[in-house]
Each structure stands twice: as C-alpha cells, then as structure tokens.
C-alpha cells in the first residue's frame, strides 16, 4: 500500500473540505449570527441572554444538511475513488479507515487554527460577534477551542471507522 500518496489524497480533500466548511461558516454566520450559539463560551451566551432564535436554528440544520450531505459525503467518495484509480488496486478497509480519519483531522485542525483562534478569537468579524457580547475577553480564549476541539476528536475515529467499512463492505460486493 503506498501510504504517501493516501495521505497526500487525504489531506487535499480535507483541505477542500475544510475550505467548503468554513465559507459555511462565514455564510451562516452573516444569515444569522447566533446559528452556532451554543459553541460559543458560556459566559457569551450568558451574556447574550437569548435562546438560539429561529432563524439560527433553521440555519444551522441547512449548514448541517448541506455540509454532511453536499459537502463531507461527495468529497468522501470522491477522494476514495480518485484514490483507487491512482493505486490501481482496492484501499481496503485500511486505507479508507486512514483517508476518513485523515480528511476529519484536517477538517478539525483548520477548524480550531483557522476559524475559531484566527478568524473567531483574532480578527471576530461581526458576524461572529453576539449582540450585547462586543468586547468580552472570552471571546480570545484559545484554550476553549482547543478543548472543543479535543472534545469533538472521537469523529475522527468514527469517520475513519465507517468509511473503512464502507470502503471494505463496497470492494467486497464488487
């Protein structure tokens, strides 16, 4: 198996996902400021007072849809199959467990450097920023993020998980 070039797959369609996820971001973000209301510290919400409105909920289950199903799903399958015709060969459940992981530990690296301690806790353009929370120093709490991170890692287990067993289940059948 030629680990380099299914890791080198990997981290490309992690970076086109993470890209795609994070223009998602910024999107739902100037649709509706409190969509990602309960990621934010919990002296923010606190302090902004208010459930997650409508409209935020609303956005958020588009993100989530339009993500998972327009975004992660095709650019999985995508990678898996650009990959086996560059190998020549099957992946195996190895190698699908690996590009699955690899693409979400990507997807949460640029998660955690980019969007929440570059753009979130440095630049916090307003449409990240709650109404009424302007200012608050919890919003440069870069150790929050990276607890989340941390917090969220068990999906990388879990991607790498089920796309080696779909990738093993689908090679099995064909």
């Not at 030629?2 to 100037?30: E, K, P, R, T």
């Not at 958020?60 to 975004?71: E, H, K, R, S």
């Not at 806790?121 to 120093?137: D, F, N, Q």
């Amino acid at each position: 198996m030629q680990w380099s070039l299914i890791f080198g797959y990997a981290c490309a369609y992690g970076l086109a996902m993470s890209v795609l996820f994070s223009a998602g971001v910024l999107v739902g973000g100037a649709l509706s400021r409190d969509f990602l209301l309960n990621d934010y510290p919990e002296a923010i919400q606190e302090r902004y007072g208010k459930p997650r409105s409508e409209r935020g909920r609303r956005v958020a289950t588009w993100f989530g849809v339009l993500f998972w199903g327009g975004c992660a799903l095709p650019l999985m399958v995508a990678a898996m199959l650009h990959l086996r015709s560059s190998l020549g060969s099957d992946l195996g459940f190895a190698g699908g467990a690996v590009v699955g992981a690899v693409m979400f530990t990507t997807l949460v690296l640029v998660d955690l450097v980019v969007l929440d301690w570059i753009v979130f806790a440095g630049l916090r353009p307003r449409i990240m920023v709650l109404p009424g929370t302007e200012g608050m120093p919890e919003y440069h709490d870069l150790a929050f993020h990276a607890v989340a991170a941390l917090k969220g890692s068990p999906l990388i287990v879990v991607a790498g998980l089920v796309a080696g067993g779909a990738v093993a289940g689908i090679e099995a059948i064909a």
